[in-house]
C-alpha cells in the first residue's frame, strides 16, 4: 500500500508501507494492505507506521484526516512529530 503523510507545510512521508494504525475520533484503528474505501476524522495521538512485519516508525499527530482509496492511504495531518 502507497502512504503519503501530508502537513500543511510539507510533505512528511512517502512509500510502500505493509499498514498504519491510527487515532481515529472514536478510537485507535489499523488499515493494511488493501483496505476498503474509507474516509475517517484522526484525533490527538501516536500513529505507528509499518513498513514491514518487523519495522515501524511512529508519529505523534494533532489530528486531521485519512483517506483510503485504490490501495493508497492519504493522512492530512495539523501537524506531526516523529517519535
Not at 502512504?3 to 488499515?31: A, C, M, N, R, W
Request: glycine share 10%; proline share 4%.
Amino acid at each position: 500500500m502507497l502512504l503519503e503523510i501530508l502537513t500543511p507545510e510539507k510533505k512528511l512521508y512517502s512509500g510502500e508501507v505493509y499498514g498504519i494504525q491510527l487515532p481515529g475520533v472514536d478510537g485507535s484503528f489499523e488499515v493494511l494492505d488493501r483496505h476498503a474505501p474509507l474516509i475517517a476524522a484522526l484525533g490527538k495521538g501516536k500513529m505507528k507506521v509499518l513498513k514491514d512485519k518487523t519495522q515501524a516508525s511512529h508519529y505523534t499527530i494533532n489530528g486531521g484526516f485519512v483517506e483510503v482509496l485504490n490501495n493508497k492511504a492519504t493522512v492530512l495531518v495539523e501537524g506531526a512529530v516523529a517519535v
